[in-house]
């Protein structure tokens, strides 16, 4: 491997991670450009990432994956001014863009450093409202209420869709 396909690889991961937003990047916020290279070996270096991204895939490590809304499965809640939806999948639970965030969190938050960090890289205010700019993937349908709307929640009991069912109910209970 040359030095302009590593580069490339490098882009390629940092761009699909980036829109995937699995993760939040702390340190480099700079995506690297795509190096010159010839599309010989552009085409190579795809060949190469699928694979990269099938291993990640396969060891449990979706950061590659960008979660796809299925609209007859999207899910809302409310609470402490916030106004979300979002949908489950194998990936996790996924806030879409344009979901209200709570602006603050209950003394008794677990997790509000973290919470400040995301807020910081995916919202944008606007009338003083927290705006998601992006999808969102949480682990958890716990984890994307708790984000929301800033206190510790049962995410299975507190995400509900268009006719009020939780989204216990339509997917855990269906399972038994």
């Known amino acids: 491997m040359t030095k302009a396909d590593v580069q490339y690889l490098e882009y390629k991961a940092i761009t699909l991670a980036k829109k995937s937003n699995s993760f939040i990047l702390d340190e480099n ?10 599309e010989h070996q552009r085409d190579a270096m795809d060949e190469f990432f699928e694979d990269i991204k099938f291993l990640t895939s396969f060891m449990g490590c979706n950061i590659f994956e960008v979660s796809e809304p299925i609209v007859e499965h999207l899910f809302y809640t409310k609470g402490r001014g916030c106004n979300a939806k979002g949908f489950y999948n194998s990936s996790g639970f996924t806030v879409l863009k344009g979901s209200i965030i709570a602006n603050s ?13 995301m807020l910081n890289e995916y919202i944008s205010v606007e009338n003083g409202l927290l705006i998601l700019d992006s999808d969102k993937t949480f682990s958890s349908p716990s984890t994307a209420a708790d984000f929301c709307i800033g206190s510790s929640n049962n995410g299975w009991l507190v995400w509900k869709d268009k006719d009020g069912n939780t989204l216990d109910s339509v997917y855990r209970k269906q399972l038994k």
């Open 105 to 117: 969190c209950v003394s008794s938050f677990s997790w509000k450093d973290r919470r400040e960090k």
């Open 29 to 38: 916020k700079q995506t690297p450009k795509s190096p010159n290279m010839p």
